[in-house]
């Protein structure tokens, strides 16, 4: 039985670095195995929980912390535990004193403060992660553009991509038996995409899905009459809001970003 391993990520900055690292190795390993990110760490006591944890679940640990003080504790606390630890920056760090003659500035993060936009990307991903779907209405008077549209109109992976580009994206599905969030009428109709397709190529799109869930294509889901239904009542939605509309039935994701990045832009 190949159960899942327990890794966890320790870092006095976001950890995205540690993570990255202990992945690429991870990789090279027929291994299952459940992530677990304990960021900004500042103390000991982050440390021991961690470590407890890590013995409790015969896990492995990766870290990157600057601060030679807690490097040299965890170290020290993770032979004591018995626990796996992979001290990820501390020999790189001690090779380059070495190398430059001079002490290094330990600070965490400088990495990610060199790039103000960092933080920027971060917030945009996390924000259309938490606003994908429809989930929460609440995002949609906070985000910086609203995509609109029925479902396999590729929403969610340009909501990522935009995203990417330092944009906050909140998506919403249009669906004939729901009625949309108030607060999509509520918005400025400039902030919203509406995302148009082509029913033949929905179609096409939907087909291909059920089977790549091993259903028959004989679903409502890819029904034309259905898909008929759903295009009119999006047209209906997208009217209603007065907002600019963009046909992604022949465009891949990245062509349609740079649309409506140009949209925004004007």
């Known amino acids: ?156 992976p340009l909501s990522q991509f935009l995203a990417h580009k330092r944009i906050r994206v909140a998506n919403i599905p249009i669906v004939p038996e729901v009625e949309p969030p108030e607060e999509l009428f509520m918005v400025d109709p400039n902030k919203c995409i509406g995302l148009r397709i082509s029913p033949e190529k929905l179609n096409d799109i939907r087909k291909e899905r059920l089977k790549a869930l091993g259903l028959g294509d004989q679903a409502t889901y890819a029904n034309i009459q259905r898909i008929h239904q759903e295009l009119d009542y999006f047209d209906k939605i997208v009217d209603r809001i007065g907002c600019r509309v963009v046909d992604v039935s022949n465009k891949a994701v990245e062509e349609t970003a740079n649309h409506i990045l140009r949209l925004l832009k004007e």
Do not use: C, W
């Open 1 to 156: 039985m190949n159960t899942k391993k327990s890794v966890f990520i320790l870092s006095d900055s976001v950890g995205e670095t540690a993570e990255l690292v202990i992945k690429a190795g991870l990789s090279q390993f027929t291994q299952s195995y459940k992530v677990q990110r304990i960021p900004y760490v500042e103390d000991k006591k982050t440390i021991d929980e961690t470590l407890f944890r890590a013995k409790e679940e015969q896990g492995i640990i990766g870290f990157t912390l600057v601060d030679p003080d807690l490097r040299t504790y965890l170290n020290n606390k993770a032979a004591e535990y018995q626990v796996e630890a992979i001290d990820i920056m501390g020999p790189m760090l001690q090779s380059m004193e070495r190398y430059f003659n001079k002490s290094p500035r330990l600070e965490p993060g400088l990495v990610h403060k060199l790039d103000e936009d960092y933080f920027k990307k971060v917030e945009a991903i996390e924000f259309a992660v938490k606003y994908d779907d429809g989930r929460d209405p609440r995002g949609i008077s906070r985000a910086d553009i609203i995509l609109i549209g029925v479902s396999r109109t590729s929403k969610t």
